[in-house]
């Protein structure tokens, strides 16, 4: 929206330093942010809960993810086709998900169906159905979406990296489950699950765009104001599992063999967190710059795509490097991947590559944040993290605070390519011509 992308523009040009808008937290524990912007007559609103599929009681993985999906299919006073009716009257949009981290619902609307449509979002969100029928039709979709996936193998690829490196912790399952624990769930099991993680000390609601701090503050009094802080256990208890490095090769009939090399990464809120994003985008971030793009496509043609990425959340992270290669190449992309990691520990960076590095990444910020919705997501995700409110503008400062010496000393500390977990998707048997990797110690895992 030209609204929000307006605001950066200021917020950047003038070298802003705090955050417009304001933060105030309720009675009962909400924590809620309000960004005005009166040039277009909508508004987002934004409701996110600590309620992700890390979460998830083992063998019921998928469950956070269900529960989330069932917020705006039914009320305790409307069914899920009086609540899309409704939306579509408005001409507004009405969404909700899950993340491994969060749940989420969010509205956009025009002004003026504003507090009718927040009304709406918070009937959803302390009154839903949970009807035994939606359950089961909203559980035969998402069985639908996982056999489909199983038919992807850069969804394979991923997914099993994950498994892989986090183990049975809370991050190893896909926020979407397994089909065997989705077929596995029932109604009672997301009412349980929705009574002990959504809570008002556990919510998030940011409002972004044509509507006022008082506006809001009266909205969320009114409809969230009575909902009480939950007694009793709430707590998490789970850890990140420790596992250790492997090759695993997941035997599939396709013609590119997927791969996903990487380790360990950190918590969104590690304070060396944009540093590392310069050192990766030096490494893999870069679409045709990038250290990696260059050596695995430009230099020995393995490649059409390869990138490298940080996946941050609140208890850990991964890093991990993307690509696809001819099932002959792999053990050769697998080796100048690990190449470069030891190169760009070994040399560390040019003053070229640290400043294309910072200039892209503090450039194509506020581009990500080009719409309301996207800054109502953006808000809530820093409020979340605890990143402050005034990390719009801090981003940009921290990042064109890094030097070359810091990006050298983290990438001795944060890159291991001494002990990387591989995955392989593809053919098993013209993988294994790949004489080097048939030498390798790894798992064959087959699709069933």
């Known amino acids: 929206m030209r609204t929000a992308r307006a605001f950066l523009l200021v917020l950047f040009s003038a070298g802003v330093c705090?955050?417009?808008?304001?933060r105030f937290e309720t009675g009962n524990g909400i924590r809620v942010r309000v960004e005005e912007s009166h040039a277009v007559p909508m508004v987002v609103f934004q409701v996110l809960v600590e309620a992700g599929s890390r979460l998830?009681?083992?063998?019921?993985?998928?469950?956070?993810?269900?529960?989330?999906d069932l917020l705006n299919e039914g009320t305790k006073r409307r069914s899920a086709r009086e609540v899309a009716r409704t939306v579509d009257a408005w001409g507004a949009r009405f969404s909700t998900g899950a993340d491994k981290d969060y749940a989420w619902l969010r509205m956009t609307t025009l002004r003026r169906h504003a507090e009718e449509a927040f009304a709406l979002l918070a009937e959803s969100m302390l009154e839903p159905a949970f009807s035994g029928?939606?359950?089961?039709?909203r559980k035969e979709v998402l069985l639908g979406s996982l056999r489909a996936e199983e038919d992807d193998p850069?969804?394979?690829?991923?997914?099993?990296?994950?498994?892989?490196?986090?183990?049975a912790g809370p991050y190893g399952h896909p926020v979407e489950g397994w089909p065997g624990s989705v077929s596995a769930l029932d109604r009672d099991d997301v009412e349980a699950f929705y009574r002990r993680w959504y809570?008002?000390?556990?919510?998030?609601?940011?409002?972004?765009?044509?509507?006022?701090?008082?506006?809001?503050?009266a909205?969320?009094?009114?409809?969230?104001?009575?909902?009480?802080?939950?007694?009793?256990?709430?707590?998490?208890?789970?850890?990140?599992?420790?596992?250790?490095?492997?090759?695993?090769?997941?035997?599939?009939?396709?013609?590119q063999a997927h791969i996903v090399i990487g380790h360990r990464g950190v918590s969104r809120r590690a304070p060396e967190f944009e540093a590392l994003l310069v050192l990766n985008q030096?490494?893999?971030?870069?679409?045709?710059?990038?250290?990696?793009?260059?050596?695995?496509?430009t230099e020995a043609g393995l490649a059409y795509a390869v990138y490298s990425e940080l996946v941050s959340r609140k208890l850990g992270g991964s890093f991990r490097v993307v690509l696809q290669t001819k099932p002959s190449s792999v053990e050769e992309a697998i080796r100048t991947t690990k190449h470069e990691l030891l190169e760009i520990r070994r040399e560390g960076v040019s003053r070229e590559e640290l400043e294309d590095a910072r200039r892209y990444l503090t450039g194509s910020f506020a581009l990500r944040l080009d719409s309301n919705t996207e800054l109502a997501g953006f808000l809530a995700r820093s409020e979340f993290f605890g990143l402050g409110e005034d990390y719009v503008s801090r981003f940009v400062e921290k990042v064109n605070a890094v030097d070359r010496k810091l990006v050298a000393e983290l990438a001795r500390e944060f890159l291991h390519p001494e002990s990387l977990f591989v995955v392989v998707v593809g053919p098993?048997?013209?993988?294994?011509?790949?004489?080097?990797?048939?030498?390798?110690r790894f798992t064959v895992r087959r699709l069933t």
């Open 133 to 137: 029928a939606e359950v089961e039709r």
């Open 199 to 217: 809570r008002p000390e556990r919510t998030i609601v940011v409002a972004v765009g044509d509507i006022t701090r008082e506006d809001v503050e």
């Open 282 to 297: 030096i490494l893999g971030g870069g679409a045709f710059s990038s250290r990696l793009f260059r050596s695995i496509r």
């Open 219 to 255: 909205l969320v009094e009114r409809h969230f104001g009575s909902w009480p802080r939950a007694e009793g256990e709430g707590a998490e208890v789970r850890e990140p599992e420790s596992t250790e490095p492997r090759t695993i090769v997941v035997d599939k009939p396709t013609e």
């Open 56 to 68: 998830d009681p083992p063998g019921r993985e998928g469950l956070a993810n269900l529960t989330a």
């Open 428 to 440: 098993k048997d013209k993988i294994g011509e790949s004489r080097p990797l048939s030498k390798r």
């Open 18 to 22: 705090a955050a417009a808008g304001v």
């Open 154 to 167: 850069a969804s394979v690829a991923l997914r099993t990296f994950e498994h892989a490196l986090h183990g």
